[in-house]
Nanobody, 116 residues
Framework: VQLVESGGGFVQPGGSLRLSCVAS???????????MAWYRQVSGKQRELVAT???????NYEDSVKDRFIISRDNNRKRVYLQMNSLKPEDTAVYYC????????WGQGTQVTVSS
Protein backbone atom coordinates (compact mmCIF):
# COMPACT_ATOMS: atom_id res chain seq x y z
CA VAL A 1 0.00 0.00 0.00
CA GLN A 2 1.24 3.45 -0.86
CA LEU A 3 -0.08 6.50 0.94
CA VAL A 4 -0.19 9.61 -1.19
CA GLU A 5 -1.09 12.92 0.41
CA SER A 6 -1.92 16.04 -1.55
CA GLY A 7 -3.61 19.41 -1.30
CA GLY A 8 -1.09 21.31 0.77
CA GLY A 9 0.24 24.70 -0.12
CA PHE A 10 0.86 28.23 1.01
CA VAL A 11 -2.06 30.13 2.55
CA GLN A 12 -2.53 33.29 4.56
CA PRO A 13 -3.84 33.16 8.13
CA GLY A 14 -7.57 32.65 8.13
CA GLY A 15 -7.48 30.75 4.87
CA SER A 16 -8.55 27.21 4.05
CA LEU A 17 -7.08 24.12 2.48
CA ARG A 18 -8.43 20.66 1.79
CA LEU A 19 -6.00 17.80 2.10
CA SER A 20 -6.55 14.45 0.45
CA CYS A 21 -4.93 11.10 1.06
CA VAL A 22 -5.32 7.96 -1.00
CA ALA A 23 -4.26 4.51 0.06
CA SER A 24 -3.32 3.34 -3.37
CA UNK A 25 -3.04 -0.37 -4.10
CA UNK A 26 -5.01 -1.18 -0.96
CA UNK A 27 -8.07 -3.35 -0.99
CA UNK A 28 -11.31 -2.49 0.74
CA UNK A 29 -10.71 -4.83 3.68
CA UNK A 30 -7.42 -3.07 4.36
CA UNK A 31 -9.01 0.36 4.49
CA UNK A 32 -12.69 0.40 5.39
CA UNK A 33 -12.62 -1.33 8.81
CA UNK A 34 -9.81 0.79 10.14
CA UNK A 35 -9.70 4.10 11.92
CA MET A 36 -7.81 6.54 9.74
CA ALA A 37 -5.89 9.53 11.01
CA TRP A 38 -4.18 12.71 9.96
CA TYR A 39 -0.92 13.62 11.61
CA ARG A 40 1.42 16.56 11.25
CA GLN A 41 5.07 17.13 11.86
CA VAL A 42 7.14 20.24 12.23
CA SER A 43 10.81 19.88 11.36
CA GLY A 44 12.76 18.77 14.42
CA LYS A 45 9.66 17.77 16.36
CA GLN A 46 7.72 14.57 16.80
CA ARG A 47 4.81 13.75 14.58
CA GLU A 48 1.53 14.61 16.31
CA LEU A 49 -1.97 13.30 15.88
CA VAL A 50 -4.40 15.86 14.48
CA ALA A 51 -7.66 14.04 13.75
CA THR A 52 -9.10 10.56 13.53
CA UNK A 53 -12.12 9.01 11.88
CA UNK A 54 -13.45 5.56 12.65
CA UNK A 55 -14.88 3.07 10.19
CA UNK A 56 -18.30 4.45 11.04
CA UNK A 57 -17.13 8.02 10.46
CA UNK A 58 -16.99 9.05 14.09
CA UNK A 59 -14.38 11.76 14.25
CA ASN A 60 -12.13 13.12 16.96
CA TYR A 61 -9.78 16.08 17.00
CA GLU A 62 -6.77 17.40 18.80
CA ASP A 63 -7.83 20.39 20.89
CA SER A 64 -6.01 23.03 18.87
CA VAL A 65 -7.86 22.14 15.65
CA LYS A 66 -11.34 21.50 17.04
CA ASP A 67 -14.01 23.58 15.35
CA ARG A 68 -11.58 24.43 12.53
CA PHE A 69 -10.70 21.11 10.88
CA ILE A 70 -13.05 18.43 9.54
CA ILE A 71 -11.94 14.90 8.74
CA SER A 72 -13.92 12.71 6.36
CA ARG A 73 -13.46 9.51 4.40
CA ASP A 74 -14.61 7.78 1.25
CA ASN A 75 -14.21 4.05 1.68
CA ASN A 76 -15.07 3.25 -1.91
CA ARG A 77 -12.25 5.44 -3.12
CA LYS A 78 -9.97 4.57 -0.19
CA ARG A 79 -9.48 8.22 0.55
CA VAL A 80 -9.44 10.34 3.66
CA TYR A 81 -9.75 14.10 3.65
CA LEU A 82 -8.95 16.95 5.99
CA GLN A 83 -10.78 20.22 5.49
CA MET A 84 -8.78 22.90 7.28
CA ASN A 85 -10.42 26.26 7.93
CA SER A 86 -9.33 29.38 9.82
CA LEU A 87 -5.74 28.33 9.42
CA LYS A 88 -3.14 29.73 11.79
CA PRO A 89 0.63 30.03 11.45
CA GLU A 90 1.01 27.30 14.07
CA ASP A 91 -0.73 24.89 11.70
CA THR A 92 2.34 25.03 9.47
CA ALA A 93 3.70 21.49 9.15
CA VAL A 94 3.95 18.49 6.88
CA TYR A 95 0.68 16.56 7.06
CA TYR A 96 0.46 12.79 6.79
CA CYS A 97 -2.31 10.23 6.88
CA UNK A 98 -2.20 6.63 8.04
CA UNK A 99 -4.15 3.96 9.81
CA UNK A 100 -4.29 4.38 13.57
CA UNK A 101 -3.44 0.72 14.11
CA UNK A 102 -1.31 -1.56 11.99
CA UNK A 103 0.00 1.53 10.27
CA UNK A 104 1.36 1.37 6.77
CA UNK A 105 4.65 2.85 5.65
CA TRP A 106 4.46 6.61 5.77
CA GLY A 107 3.92 8.60 2.61
CA GLN A 108 5.75 11.75 1.60
CA GLY A 109 3.24 13.99 3.26
CA THR A 110 2.01 17.34 2.03
CA GLN A 111 3.45 20.66 3.19
CA VAL A 112 1.09 23.24 4.64
CA THR A 113 2.50 26.71 5.21
CA VAL A 114 0.40 29.40 6.86
CA SER A 115 2.00 32.81 6.74
CA SER A 116 1.23 36.41 5.95
Amino acid sequence: VQLVESGGGFVQPGGSLRLSCVASRSITSEFSPYTMAWYRQVSGKQRELVATITSRSISNYEDSVKDRFIISRDNNRKRVYLQMNSLKPEDTAVYYCNRMENSWSWGQGTQVTVSS
